[in-house]
């Protein structure tokens, strides 16, 4: 039996579909996924600042005189800050968060991050990706091993929507047996002919920092645009063969809704950049109910050693940038939002003391936020442990007093259903009373 395109629209899936009769199989497949997506509830979206972002600027302890004594150029003034609980503050070029802070969805974690000491940027975003810190052996991400860990009860059809990340390749956060996808720009889906995958991950055209679209790299660059049905015709020995040829049929539908006029709701209006598209395509892929539970998406140019600035500058063109996105991104969302958490991550902090050149060199505790509708924001967590010479991570960084996996452990097994978090972060022997409750 054959459903109108008005019945379609009402579904909620791919709600642009331009025919007037949908095909029969699309009932079965685009809209039982729907339905699935629905009554999954929350989604989990991870954000990874790559280049070590400086949390002592980001979320401002503006009551700590050491503060200003280690940062004569690049502190945030006290009447510059914007007041969040009378001792921490944000930059003021992330006003777009504030409100969300105010309405008590956005949460701060103060003095989060890794126990391994590296300050090597590509160990401990491994050791961060991984969820594993120290441990180099590990060959799976944590959030793939999340969705593994999902209660059984709550497991649903697998859908090749069900992990995605905005960029060129899938993410170490996302490497292992669950497909996930890797999608730079909506509008370049490969709906061409079948080419050899690899493994069970698809990844798609990018987008350059200027929005265009970067051309197909070669082979021999290990990053290949490659079709829907090759993951499918291909993968014989993964849960997507056979079953997934319906979901291919599902992508091609979203091509033809052409996604490059999409318009975001409620006038959210997205940052220019590849950062504000890849939140504009998370926001619309999960409206899309095609069963999305995780996405991931990173946003590069943390690393200030030189003239990082202070209210302008490096950084604060960085967190125009980052705050306008997740703003936007909540706002298109509407009352979508309710179902998902955000997370954002870093590898590690900046130090206390600015150096000679008006930056900050690699340190080690950072700052997290976590956003969302079940989120219990309007407030920083987490033990300060202070400034003071005596109170610094060898004599430098501000000390780690809460391990990055408590919040990201409580982020999956409240979101997806990670219920067995030795699966999660093997060896971090982490347990429900050790989240912070801030969902």
Known sequence: MGITRRVFMRGGAMALVGTAVVPAFLERSVLAQAKTAQANGKKLVVLFQRGAADGLNLVVPYREQAYYAMRPTIAIQPNQVLDLDG???????????????????????????????SRSHFDAQDFMESGTPGVKSTQDGWLN???QAEDAARRKPETAFRAIALGPVVPRTLAGPIPSIAIGNVQDFTVGESQKPIANQVVLPHLLPNGESAPTPPVSENIVSQSFEAMYDGATDSILHGTGQ???????????????HYTPANGAQYPKGAFGASMRQIAQLMKANLGVE??????????????????????????????QGIAAFWQDMGDGAESVVLVTMSEFGRTAHQNGTG?????HANVMF??????????????????????????RDLVVTTDFRQVLGEAAYKTIGARNLDIVFPGAHLRQQQFLGLI
């Open 359 to 363: 930056g900050t060199d690699h340190g």
């Open 246 to 260: 319906e979901t291919f049929e599902a992508v091609r539908m979203l091509k033809s809704t052409d996604p490059a």
């Open 294 to 323: 995780a996405a991931f998406a990173d946003i590069g140019g943390w690393d200030t050693h030189q003239n990082q600035g202070s209210v302008k500058g490096q950084l604060s063109d960085r967190l125009t940038e980052f705050s």
């Open 145 to 147: 091993r999340a969705l």
């Open 87 to 117: 001792f921490f503050g944000l930059h003021p070029s992330m006003q777009p968060l504030l409100p969300l802070y105010k309405s008590g969805h956005l949460a701060v974690i103060q003095a989060v991050g890794s126990p391994d000491p």
């Open 370 to 395: 976590v956003l969302g509708g079940t989120v219990k924001g309007g407030r920083v967590y987490g033990r300060w442990p202070g400034l003071g010479p005596d109170q610094l991570n060898e004599g």
